[in-house]
Antibody, heavy 118, light 107 residues
Framework: QVQLVQSGAEVKKPGASVKVSCKTSGYSFATYGIDWVRQAPGQGLEWMSWISVYNGNTAFAQKFQGRVTMTTETSTSTVYMELRSLRSDDTAVYYC???????????WGQGTPVTVSS | DIQMTQSPSSLSASVGDRVTITCRASQGIRNDLGWYQQKPGKAPKRLVYAASSLQSGVPSRFSGSGSGTEFTLTISSLQPEDFATYYCLQHNTNPHTFGQGTKLEIK
């Protein structure tokens, strides 16, 4: 069965970077792209970005362009999302997900809480 | 970017009620829309994909409809486990965008 397992909670200072991992299993790694979605405390869901594991193509919400880098590691079937220049309003739970809008393929990681505080 | 306007933002209803949640897209998105349910502390769970196709394992009291710019999620007879927050997500154009959410509360 498809599983996405994310790295643990992080606490960072403003201006720092955070790198969240999303280890996948249960399917051929290059089959699906990975979306990143975040949710600030008490707020709604916010789509951040997507990477094609197959060819490395990416897409970003404008507010994250230039501040987010996604990478893939085929040997461990892991996708990483790095967010730089952290601010307090980046405090959120970050989710990785496989979202195929046209087919019944939808899997989510458990979420990684990131707290940005001085 | 395509804006998804979801309404209402909150809704109070009773077990057994029929409820409808609406998402309007700022431009046409064909049927490239999904509906999600989220409970506190949990990852979202998709109920409907491609506007009207029910995700496997989702009870048939949930249904989705619409295309173009207007979409609805209907719960035909609310059950206690349905009290949660619901979101729409368009995947027609990058960046993908969520609606603001509808919090469904017990009356």
């Amino acid at each position: 069965q498809v599983q996405l397992v994310q790295s643990g909670a992080e606490v960072k200072k403003p201006g720092a970077s955070v790198k969240v991992s999303c280890k996948t299993s249960g399917y051929s790694f290059a089959t699906y792209g990975i979306d990143w979605v975040r949710q600030a405390p008490g707020q709604g869901l916010e789509w951040m970005s997507w990477i094609s594991v197959y060819n490395g193509n990416t897409a970003f919400a404008q507010k994250f362009q230039g501040r987010v880098t996604m990478t893939t590691e085929t040997s461990t079937s892991t996708v990483y999302m790095e967010l730089r220049s952290l601010r307090s309003d980046d405090t959120a739970v970050y989710y990785c997900a496989i979202i195929d809008g046209d087919n019944p393929i939808d899997y989510w990681g458990q979420g990684t809480p990131v707290t940005v505080s001085s | 970017d395509i804006q998804m306007t979801q309404s209402p933002s909150s809704l109070s209803a009773s077990v057994g009620d029929r409820v409808t949640i609406t998402c309007r897209a700022s431009q046409g998105i064909r049927n490239d829309l999904g509906w999600y349910q989220q409970k506190p502390g949990k990852a979202p769970k998709r109920l409907v994909y491609a506007a009207s196709s029910l995700q496997s394992g989702v009870p048939s009291r949930f249904s989705g409809s619409g295309s173009g710019t207007e979409f609805t999620l209907t719960i035909s007879s609310l059950q206690p486990e349905d009290f949660a927050t619901y979101y729409c997500l368009q995947h027609n154009t990058n960046p993908h965008t969520f609606g603001q959410g509808t919090k469904l509360e017990i009356k």
